[in-house]
């Protein structure tokens, strides 16, 4: 089972809504409009995937992670993803 089985719906959702704005992004280019309020409208899709993407790491880390463990959440090893999924959201944000 993967990770974000759990989730996938929400998943779904949310990238339907994220394709929603990309096409918002289209008609925009189309109405040639103001060209800092189509890159305020992609910085925000950007953020969106982003968001999306930070969160199915942190599934994907904290599923496959405590099973190949064998465990279930010793708190070291939450510690220690916790610890790195607060570095790898830093870098997204760069």
Same mark, same amino acid.
């Given at each position: 089972?993967?990770?974000?089985?759990?989730?996938?719906?929400?998943?779904?959702?949310?990238?339907?809504?994220?394709?929603?704005?990309?096409?918002? @992004?289209?008609?925009?280019?189309?109405?040639?409009?103001?060209?800092?309020?189509?890159?305020?409208?992609?910085?925000?899709?950007?953020?969106?995937?982003?968001?999306?993407? @930070? &969160?199915?790491?942190?599934?994907?880390?904290?599923?496959?992670?405590?099973?190949?463990? &064998?465990?279930?959440?010793?708190?070291?090893?939450?510690?220690?993803?916790?610890?790195?999924?607060?570095?790898?959201?830093?870098?997204?944000?760069?």
């Amino acid at each position: 089972m993967r990770g974000y089985s759990i989730a996938k719906d929400d998943y779904q959702a949310r990238l339907r809504r994220i394709e929603g704005q990309v096409r918002g @992004l289209q008609r925009m280019i189309d109405a040639d409009a103001y060209c800092i309020d189509v890159l305020t409208q992609i910085a925000s899709v950007n953020r969106a995937l982003q968001s999306v993407a @930070l &969160g199915l790491l942190d599934e994907h880390v904290r599923h496959c992670v405590t099973h190949a463990r &064998g465990r279930d959440g010793h708190a070291e090893e939450t510690d220690m993803v916790d610890e790195a999924m607060q570095a790898v959201a830093r870098l997204l944000r760069t």
